[in-house]
């Protein structure tokens, strides 16, 4: 039993022969067992890719990715994934997909996890795979991935065709299953609000390449929104900051304490990640799981102010 | 609450059934395996009509044609039944420009465009495993269909030389005595499912396999005599040296022929495995 769900090292893809075709470059990350994680980032910004790797679909040109402690083909039997266009046969109906899963995964198949999910959407069994809506074609492929009894679900926009009410329905489905037992989920979006509060973890990419990478909560915890005057806010790490009037509103990772002249706030994971988008020169940070600085780049040392003390370390414990 | 869920109800109770990808392939394609059923049983059909309806019919007018005095039987009959000699023999020697089109489009080019191929993989089911039952399952089927075929067509064949229009060494009559015309099956089964895998769209699949396998049926078609030594006989019209082509070669060409196809069909299969194993992990 490994503690590693996924592991990154300098993992690069590049489609065809162009130099510049890289979807993936230099990515180096690691996601826990039993995390909710979240993949964010741009169009374009290799999130697929990523997943894809993790998946054993695609082979890395350059670096290496293991999957639940062996090579994503050996684990191939252990996690379950749901493509960004969700594929399914046209021609089949949602009993006979159940029963293509039963068939392909004769070890592992849980009817029932996967009927229940179907039956929660009111869907026929009966009905042609090509007769569903977007919506419930999202569902068959989720109950495929789930009645596998996944140890890693790994999915790919998987809410973008839902209604918010599904979405949320949905979403409480996977969660308690997760939780249950103790599956490791990971889902790239590009809506940011439809992840906030179901995720424990976050990798945000950017033009193929990590820009954040940890514990949510240490994340956050490590960037302080502050408003003020406008001043130097040397030492600390600035992500973004914008003036109105004479008034500046930054992100920062903060170095040391803060001077007296500013408000803090704690960013929300939303503008955490539209700071990260709408700056794609700030430095990228990766933060371990234990919070401590060792493997962070960018800095994560030095005391806060008073507001963003209590923040910090729980962080790192969770 | 889900407690303990250990019903798996939905497995159905073991017996001779298809299961696993077999099921999988089965059920997918199932459409096209009609669509050659249905193939087989009609040109069987139309066999047995030509030789024991129509051609029964020819050859007892033929008989009292002969019998008449004033004699000179204009072969219209005879032509008309060779007429339908020469479209089973194309049907059956041309099938495999459409059993390569199928595979391009259908077998593999479109599950890839598709993702349904990416979706089998991220099953418990590894990519060469799925490559194998994709080309298992139809040569299964192809190889059953076409031996009926070959079988039925070479007692059409023997059945009267009287009525025969075509010379064992036309194209359709070459091919369908024998092994070649499955090797050409399978040989078209495994470039479509290379020109999908290396494609991975449906239409440009199927243009292609459909391309090569036309190119590669008439190139042979042309130079299949040069398979066997030819046989020389001297000295007997006008004193000049004559190659013939006798009717005992018509094994060992056919074989020859037999073994070329198998040969591109092997290098086809290997090509797949090998872009496959190169792409996925």
Not at chain 1, 13 to 20: C, I, L
Not at chain 1, 288 to 303: F, H, I, P, Y
Request: aromatic share 8%.
């Amino acid at each position: 039993m490994t503690d590693t769900a996924i592991e990154a090292a300098a993992l690069g893809k590049r489609f065809g022969w162009r130099q510049k075709g890289w979807a993936l470059r230099d990515c180096t990350l690691r996601l826990p067992v039993g995390r909710v994680c979240a993949v964010v980032g741009p169009n374009g910004a290799g999130k697929s890719t990523l997943l894809a790797h993790a998946a054993g679909l695609l082979a890395p040109t350059e670096g290496g990715i293991s999957v639940l402690g062996t090579t994503p083909s050996a684990a191939r039997e252990r996690m379950a994934y749901v493509a960004q266009d969700k594929p399914l046969y046209p021609q089949l109906t949602v009993a006979e997909t159940l029963r293509m899963g039963a068939e392909l995964n004769p070890r592992r198949w849980d009817a029932a996890v996967a009927e229940r999910i179907v039956e929660e959407g009111g869907l026929d069994f009966g009905s042609k795979i090509r007769s569903l809506s977007g919506g419930q074609r999202t569902r068959v492929a989720l109950a495929l991935a789930l009645g596998k009894r996944p140890e890693l679900l790994l999915l790919d926009e998987p809410m973008a065709d839902l209604d918010p009410l599904a979405r949320h329905q949905l979403m409480g489905t996977l969660l308690a299953d997760s939780a249950e037992h103790g599956t490791t989920v990971v889902m790239s979006s590009h809506v940011v609000a439809e992840l906030e509060g179901s995720c424990d973890h976050l990798f945000l990419l950017g033009g193929g390449r990590v820009r954040l990478a940890g514990p949510l909560d240490a994340l956050i915890a490590a960037h302080t929104l502050v408003t003020g005057p406008t001043g130097d806010l040397a030492p600390h790490t600035v992500v973004e900051s914008r003036t109105t009037g004479r008034q500046i509103t930054a992100l920062i990772r903060p170095e040391g304490r803060i001077a007296a002249g500013w408000q803090t706030a704690e960013p929300s994971l939303e503008e955490l990640v539209l700071a990260h988008l709408r700056a794609p020169g700030a430095p990228a940070l990766t933060l371990t799981d234990e919070g401590d600085a060792d493997n962070s780049r960018g800095g994560n040392g030095g005391d806060d102010d008073g507001e963003t003390n209590g923040t910090r370390t729980h962080g790192a414990s969770v | 609450m889900t407690t303990a869920v250990a019903a798996t109800a939905t497995v159905a109770p073991k017996g001779p059934r298809p299961r696993g990808l077999v099921w999988t392939v089965l059920r997918v394609h199932r459409p096209a395996l009609l669509v050659w059923c249905a193939y087989v049983l009609l040109m069987v059909g139309w066999m047995l009509w030509v030789q024991h309806v129509s051609g029964a019919r020819i050859r007892a007018e033929l008989d009292t044609c002969r019998r008449r005095p004033e004699g000179a039987c204009i072969d219209v009959m005879t032509f008309s039944h060779s007429m339908n000699e020469g479209w089973i023999g194309t049907f059956i020697a041309y099938s495999s420009y459409g059993i390569a089109a199928w595979a391009g489009a259908a077998l593999v080019g479109r599950e890839l465009e598709r993702g349904t191929a990416q979706l089998a993989w991220t099953q418990s089911v590894t990519p060469t495993r799925w490559l194998t039952a994709k080309l298992a399952v139809p040569a299964v089927a192809l190889t059953a269909g076409t031996t009926v075929l070959v079988l039925v067509y070479r007692w059409f064949w023997s059945a009267d030389e009287v009525l025969r229009g075509d010379e064992w060494y036309y194209t359709d009559p070459f091919l369908n005595r024998g092994p070649a015309i499955l090797a050409y099956a399978l040989c078209a089964l495994a470039v479509g499912a290379l020109a999908g895998l290396a494609l991975r769209r449906s239409l440009p699949a199927l243009a292609v396999a459909f391309g090569f396998v036309l190119w590669f049926h008439l190139y042979l078609d042309d130079h299949w005599s040069e398979l066997w030594p030819m046989r020389t006989i001297t000295g007997t019209v006008s004193g000049h040296d004559l190659d013939a082509l006798p009717a005992s070669h018509f094994w060992p060409l056919h074989l020859m022929t037999t073994g070329v196809v198998l040969t591109v069909a092997a290098a086809a299969t290997g090509a797949a495995y090998w872009l496959l194993r190169r792409r996925t992990r």
